[in-house]
């Protein structure tokens, strides 16, 4: 096991169009977390999981925003519509008690 | 609401002098209060948690809940000690996890 992976590393794309990220979390972890990190910012929390339940979504995470962990293993968040606003790293941690291990994070930029 | 704060955006110190990274929060209940770095080209990673009292890698931090401060100290810096270091803090209930960080305070040590 070599952690939680997140994939793409890296994506472009144009205004208006739509992305997917997965976050594959360490084996086990029942509790798995999505955060946003702009420029000069700490991370920010938006959504988490509890095996598949989603338990709580931050304000942040607008309409466009939906985050879905299915049968409790790997996630998917995906962006509809995107904004240059959206620009940012997301980042994926997973847990299975006091300590959040993070991924490498995926970087959007939006054009 | 939960707030975490880092004054120092940036701090340099020399090899071998003390370094404290400031963090203070604000939380109306008993948080848990950790520190996370990444260092260059890495993930972000738990240093300690405040709960667990250790000292990691050289450094301590202890939680003042009168002055609502976590401060992060090393009484002798080392080089590879310079990174990124993020103070964050959870609640309780069902929020227990959800990580509000600070904005990070980048730390040089100088040779």
């Known amino acids: 096991d070599t952690g939680v992976s997140q994939n793409p590393r890296h994506k472009i794309t144009k205004r208006g169009q739509n992305v997917t990220f997965r976050c594959d979390p360490i084996?086990?972890?029942?509790?798995l977390y999505w955060y946003r990190q702009t420029l000069g910012q700490g991370p920010e929390f938006l959504t988490y999981?509890?095996?598949?339940?989603?338990?709580?979504k931050s304000r942040l995470l607008s309409d466009r925003f939906s985050a879905e962990r299915p049968k409790g293993s790997f996630s998917t968040l995906e962006i509809q519509r995107t904004e240059q606003g959206d620009s940012a790293m997301y980042l994926c941690a997973s847990s299975s008690a006091h300590t959040q291990y993070f991924g490498p994070g995926t970087r959007l930029t939006v054009l | 609401a939960q707030r975490v704060t880092q004054p120092e955006k940036l701090l340099s110190v020399f090899k071998g002098a003390p370094v404290e990274l400031k963090c203070n929060y604000s939380?109306?209940?008993?948080?848990?209060l950790f520190w996370y770095v990444q260092y260059s080209r890495q993930r972000l990673q738990l240093l300690l948690r405040?709960?667990s009292r250790e000292s990691i890698k050289g450094f301590t931090a202890d939680l003042n809940k009168g002055e609502t401060s976590f401060h992060l100290k090393k009484p002798f810096a080392q080089e590879e000690d310079s990174a990124m270091y993020y103070c964050?803090?959870?609640?309780?209930?069902?929020?227990?996890?959800?990580?509000?960080f600070g904005q990070g305070t980048i730390l040089t040590v100088h040779p």
């Open positions: 964050a803090l959870t609640g309780g209930g069902t929020s227990y996890g959800k990580l509000t």
């Open positions: 084996s086990e972890h029942n509790r």
């Open positions: 939380y109306s209940g008993s948080p848990e």
């Open positions: 999981f509890q095996n598949e339940a989603q338990l709580e």
């Open positions: 405040h709960i």
